[in-house]
């Protein structure tokens, strides 16, 4: 779990690289079960991220880190209150 905590960490710095995620959040909801959310202001965004250097990496360590291959749900936010 420590590796994939690691991972993801690491990740912050290359999502920072990409001007179109406008958030990036790695998270942990249990012991051995991790996410990544992110935003993007529009589809054009979205697509560069998931062809971009995070999806990269993850496609390449996916074996390594994860019992099963990680699953990408592409979602639209309906409502949302930020700062």
Do not use: C, Y
């Amino acid at each position: 779990e420590e590796d994939v905590a690691n991972f993801l960490r690491t990740g912050l710095s290359l999502v920072e690289e990409e001007p179109a995620t406008t958030a990036w959040f790695a998270i942990q909801m249990g012991p051995t079960t991790f996410g990544i959310f992110d935003a993007f202001p529009g589809e054009e965004g979205r697509q560069a991220h998931l062809a971009g250097k995070v999806a990269a990496a993850l496609k390449e360590k996916a074996s390594e880190l994860f019992a099963q291959p990680p699953a990408i749900e592409q979602v639209d936010v309906l409502a949302a209150k930020l700062p």
